[in-house]
């Protein structure tokens, strides 16, 4: 649960509407009705009026209307969504305009049940607003129809035919460049160019995507994504791979539905799976994935029967060392996540030898009272392990301070280290804790930690609201390995790709990489005491290969990330809006020579995960 701030705002979100006092000038923020309760309508209209939707709509993201009140605007409706907290429904003119750029759908928002059908022709009098699903988050916005009076003139029309979205009319570049203010807001839209603005222009009209691939699985707020384009780099398992800044991936798109799922099931589906035939709706938007498909028609789930993996096993003489995040594990938890996350352990990586675990929190998981220690937590996690058939692990770690180290308020999440005593032994040196630097002492053989366990650097303004490293002295069959669990801070509070500000700016990456400059330095020392010290750096860093904080940290060959050693199509460890990409890492020393890396695929890519991460593992001879 990392890429996302650690406490998710829930789906039934709060309205508010923005109305741009010019199109490329200040915002003023205008309170809209919270979910459920609707503002006083407009006077139902009796007549037409002069403007229709593409007028509304406009040829940029902001509306020309924008704050202004429309009356008789002309269309059918297309869509109806009667829960949540955006309750509302979609219409669309059956008689467009020839400029592409001006869409002909607009999203109708009365905050309580609508009393329309698909199909029925209307007018619709009201407030044009623009909603900003995430003003401060850098979200677009999403032109709407508020407060709205509306005149029924007929049913059981015809709907407008829905714009097929695929590779063939999908833009190969997905941002245009900013205006002047930094924003994409007022920039007139060029949909055969850019890929938000080819989305943009549908806002609110009906598209389709037919026999499409799952690239994430359906999720607990009954969503999934889908490939539209089919060109985008596929991974080995069917997802699409985030590979780098400059070249977002243009065909993910997000799919709801309009009915609520107690009157409709919505498909679980794993990535690979399939939508055959077509699935088509009215084009949203909104904070959590940008240009989403509301499907009216949903298409018929295709299971392509996607497994989860099982490492390769080792050897005798191979040490295994693996990381894995197990997402705010405490004891209050059900022993089923106990139990699926241990047979994650035993089975799909084979009861590693030290296992780098992330977000274990204290004894009382979320209570926010001043505990801090995890002893709990970690004796069910061991117990659930042999109860699976794994080995009796013993543990390590370092208490934080209370409410020191970020994560979900009171949690205390810390990383722990479980080892197989076996077979590989822990050195315990005294002196670590919470806020006691570890260091270095002594040269070549006997090159040591002054505290195992201890902490790197936990005072240094890098680890600020964030977990510290925590770092071990093990010894394997007479080597010493010094061994290293991470979490970095979250990418909270950083601009979505889709942001309507480009480039997008990511204000979490700048504590990443101090953190890795910290730790870079730490792994240095121990390099210039002992060129030979076998190092392993490894956890949840929350940053992709190509990020500034990984080249910080491999900064001089200290340590080499071994996700680029993998055929690219494996390259992943996550799954965030469509995107598989690499977030968790294990990197080693220049010694470390011989280095058999394996990203073990057992959670991200599906509906039921016991974590949202994938586990790693990697066998080494010291």
Known sequence: MTTA??????????????IPASLAASLVLVPLPVANAAAPATPAPTEAGPLRIHDVQGGTRISPQAGKVVTGVPGIVTGVRAYGSSKGFWIQDPNPDADPATSEGVFVFTGGNPTVKVGDSVLVSG??????????????SLTEISAPGVTVLSAGNPLPAPVVVDTRNIPGTYAPPAGADGSI????????????????????????????RVIQATDKY????????????????????????????????????????????????????????????PLDYNNFGGYTLVAGTMGTLKDNHLQREVTAPATDRELTLATYNVENLAPGNPDTKFAELAQGVVTNLRSPDIVALEEIQDDNGAKNDGTVDASQTVAKFIAAIKAAGGPAYDWRSV?????????????NIRQVFLFNPQRVSFTDIPGGGATTAV????????TSLTASPGRIAPNDEAWTNSRKPLVGQFSFRGKKVFVIANHFNSKGGDQGIDSRFQQPVRSSEVQRTKQATVEQAFVAQLLAADKEAKVVS?????????????????????LRDLVNELPETEQYSYVYQGNSQVLDHILVSPEVGYAKYDVVHINAEFAQQASDHDPQVVRIKP
């Open 439 to 446: 260091g270095v002492t002594g040269t070549g053989a006997a």
């Open 399 to 411: 208490d934080p301070q209370d409410g020191k180290d970020g994560g979900e308020p009171g949690g």
């Open 222 to 281: 009954n969503e999934l994504w889908v490939a539209a384009d089919r060109q985008d780099q596929r991974s080995k398992r069917g997802g699409v791979l985030y590979e780098s800044y400059r070249e977002p991936n243009v065909g993910r798109l997000m799919v709801q539905q309009q009915a609520a799922v107690s009157q409709q099931p919505f498909p679980v589906a794993n990535v690979g799976d399939e939508l055959t035939g077509t699935t088509s709706g």
């Open 538 to 558: 490894l956890g949840d860093f929350n940053d992709y290969q190509f990020s500034p904080a990984l080249a910080a940290l491999t900064k001089d060959g200290v």
């Open 127 to 140: 407030k044009v607003t623009e909603y900003y699903p995430n003003l401060n988050g850098g979200s677009q």
């Open 185 to 212: 807001d007022g920039v007139q839209l060029d949909p055969e160019k850019y890929t938000l603005d080819f989305y943009e222009s549908l806002e609110g009209m009906l598209v389709q995507v037919k026999d499409v």
């Open 5 to 18: 701030p650690a406490s998710r705002p829930r789906r039934a979100l709060l309205r508010a509407a923005l």
